[in-house]
Each structure stands twice: as structure tokens, then as C-alpha cells.
């Protein structure tokens, strides 16, 4: 078993490096700020293959797999949390697509303008009265002839305030859970924009969808087997959630290390006191150890598996490694630090939120300890 990335991958990372520190890094603090994202970095994303690593060339994309589109996420993340939307997304969409009942439809029609960063797409799943309840979902799909007519409600779901979002939207049917994909701009959408603490520029959404019609063909599975779908989405999602807040914690701690090694206090500099260095180390080793899970999780999928407690185990920790780093790294650069001219505490609220997307901590935990003893001993 090999634990070191292929020649190939490194030269990717640096790659991608390349990009974010030129075209990323340069007004991030303000964009941070923003409830919107400037539509010529999604254009430069896009041009750089950046929106489509995990889709195969001849659709149009890059060919890479998931242990690439990983190391995209937690690079853009350095700089910029919201660029990985554009990242992780079409390829997912891509996923569904290739699964599709009405697949070439469903490539020919909306793959393109995925990949050009004309469309952005995000999952539509939760709801004010099912977050991690994903069984108890209200909003319902209903077949009327060729359509399919949506009512209901979902909450907190990124970019949707944005004209170009489209949803793959996870609906009650008769037959049980179904994936539909869903244009936010279609007649009986409304939007009530959220204001958060952080990831301001994903610019998230209440959504209400009242008789919403929809094509027939943009059923994204056959009708009722929504949940084998869902395991495999919310695996490659919450692995690249870890990496989403390991790629902040890695830059932040760099420039601590920085900092200490200038700054002196009674003729020292800061890194020679053993309580900055090793709590310097103790963070970097946590930051080592989270990624290697996370990049594991991934590579587990790549190979066909579905690894719902590696999963899990990444989001509830990745996160927290994140945001401890981040805070310890505040307290390191003072006064400095909690002042907006770093952009440190941007990226600690950005990180925050990671804690509790797509699923908190709790239930991962409950996951992980369904999985580990059975779900006759751990119910819920």
C-alpha cells in the first residue's frame, strides 16, 4: 500500500497551486465579504478544467478521478472556499447523469453549460424539519403525464440564490425517494436568501417550490431508488468537506509558522517557545492525519466502494481539525490575527460552517458507531 501521491498528482497540486495563488488569492478577503461570486473566475476555473476534473474526456472533462478532484478542493480552499462549489459539483452531476434513465438527454442537454461554469448545480436535500432526518422530507414529486409536478420546501442549499443554480433535488414520490434535477429559475420557485456568519459567497437559499413542473427526463434515477444514490454522493461530499477545511487549516498554519519565526518577544522569536512549537506540531500532525483519511475515503470510491463510515469519520473530524487550527493560529498572530487585514478570521467562519454541512458531527458519529457495532446496538 502506497501512502505518497503519483508523480502525476503532485504535478496537478502544483498546478492548481499555480492557479489559486494568481487568480484566487488576489481578492479573496473582499469576495469573502460577498453574498455573490464574480462569474469571470468561475470563466477562469472552467478554462484552467477546474470544473470538470472527475468527468471523463469524452464528455468534455478532464478524465481524472476523485483523488484528483480532492486535491483541486483542498487547493482552491487555501484561498477561496466557495471555487470548490464549481469544483465537486458538475462532476457529481455528471455521476447522476451517466445513471440516468434518460442519460444522453440528460449529457447532451446540460453537461455542456456544467462544464463552461454557465450553470451551477448543488445539492437540494435539506429541509426546515429534516436536516440529517433525511427520511422525514416533506417536499413531494408527483407524475402527471410527461411531467413531474414538485411541492414543498428546502433550506440552507448553496448557490441557489444565483439564476444560473440548478438542484438535484432529492423528493418524496410514490415509490419512495427520488433524485430529480430541478432549474431554479422554472415557474413556481421562490428564493428567500440566508445571511450567514461565513461562506457568504455561496450565497444559500430557502427554496419554495410550489407546483414546480418539471420534464419527465429529468428523473435522475428510476423512480424510489434514490438512497443507493445518496450514500455514494454523501461519500465523495463529505470527503471533499475534510479536505475543504484541511486547505484553509494548511495555509493558516503556514502562515503562523511564518509569523512565529519573525516575530520576537524578550529577544526570541516566537517559535522558539515550546508553547507556539508544539502546539504548531500538534496541529500539523492532526492536519497529516485527516487528509490521508479523507484522500483514503476517496480513493476507496474510485475503486468502486462505498465507504459510508470513512465518510462519515471525515466530516465530523476534518472540520474540527480545521477550525481548532485556524483559532490556534489567530491566537499566535495576536491582535493582528483577529483583525480582518489576514483574512484569518474569514477563513475560521468559513471553516465553522463546515461543522455542521451535510450532516453535524453527532451523526456522523452515530454512523461510524452504526457501522462499527451493527444498527441493532446503535438505533436511532
Known amino acids: 500500500m502506497l ?4 508523480e502525476e498528482q503532485k504535478m ?10 494568481k487568480e484566487l488569492a488576489p481578492g479573496a478577503k473582499e469576495r469573502g465579504k460577498s453574498y455573490s461570486y464574480p462569474r469571470e473566475l468561475i470563466k477562469l476555473m472552467a478554462a484552467a478544467g477546474l470544473t470538470s476534473v472527475a468527468i471523463p474526456e469524452e464528455h468534455g472533462g478532464q478524465g481524472g478521478d476523485w483523488v484528483a478532484a480532492g486535491i483541486a478542493v483542498e ?33 447532451a442537454e446540460w453537461l455542456p453549460s456544467l462544464i463552461n461554469g454557465e450553470k451551477w448545480c448543488c445539492f437540494t436535500v435539506t429541509e426546515a424539519d429534516a436536516g440529517s432526518d433525511v427520511a422525514n422530507i416533506k417536499t413531494k414529486a408527483t407524475r402527471e403525464g410527461e411531467f413531474y409536478v414538485i411541492n414543498g420546501e428546502k433550506t440552507c442549499i448553496s448557490v441557489s440564490s444565483n439564476d444560473e443554480a440548478v438542484g438535484m433535488l432529492l423528493a418524496k ?6 433524485w430529480f434535477w430541478v432549474p431554479f429559475d422554472s415557474p413556481g420557485v421562490t428564493k428567500n436568501p440566508i445571511q450567514h456568519a461565513g461562506l457568504k459567497s455561496w450565497a444559500p437559499a430557502t427554496l419554495f417550490l410550489d407546483g414546480v413542473r418539471i420534464p419527465k427526463e429529468y428523473c435522475l434515477v428510476e423512480e424510489g431508488q434514490g438512497h443507493g444514490t445518496f450514500l455514494k454522493a454523501t461519500c465523495l461530499a463529505r470527503a471533499c468537506l475534510g479536505l ?24 526570541r522569536p516566537l517559535a522558539s517557545y515550546q508553547g507556539i512549537s508544539l502546539k504548531i506540531a500538534e496541529h500539523a500532525t492532526l492536519i497529516e492525519a485527516a487528509r490521508l483519511l479523507c484522500y483514503r475515503t476517496l480513493a476507496l470510491t474510485d475503486a468502486g466502494q462505498l465507504p459510508v463510515k470513512e465518510a462519515a469519520m471525515c466530516k465530523w473530524w476534518a472540520p474540527i481539525v480545521g ?8 491566537l499566535i498572530h495576536g491582535h493582528v490575527g483577529y483583525s480582518e487585514e489576514l483574512g484569518l478570521e474569514q477563513k475560521l467562519r468559513d471553516v465553522m460552517g463546515l461543522e455542521f454541512a451535510d450532516g453535524t458531527a453527532q451523526i456522523m458519529k452515530l454512523l461510524v458507531a452504526r457501522d462499527l457495532m451493527g444498527k441493532d446496538v446503535v438505533s436511532y
Open 244 to 267: 475543504m477545511a484541511l486547505g484553509p487549516a494548511q495555509a493558516c498554519l503556514e502562515q503562523a509558522m511564518a509569523y512565529a519565526q519573525e516575530r520576537k518577544t524578550f529577544g
Open 323 to 330: 477550525f481548532e487550527t485556524i483559532h490556534d493560529c489567530i
Open 3 to 6: 501512502f505518497d501521491f503519483t
Open 12 to 21: 496537478f497540486r502544483r498546478e492548481v497551486r499555480r492557479f489559486t495563488e
Open 173 to 178: 414520490t410514490l415509490n419512495g425517494m427520488t
Open 75 to 107: 487547493e482552491l480552499a487555501r484561498e477561496d472556499t466557495t471555487a470548490i462549489l464549481f469544483t465537486i459539483f458538475p462532476s457529481m452531476a455528471y455521476d447522476f447523469f451517466r445513471n440516468s434513465p434518460f442519460s444522453q438527454r440528460m449529457m
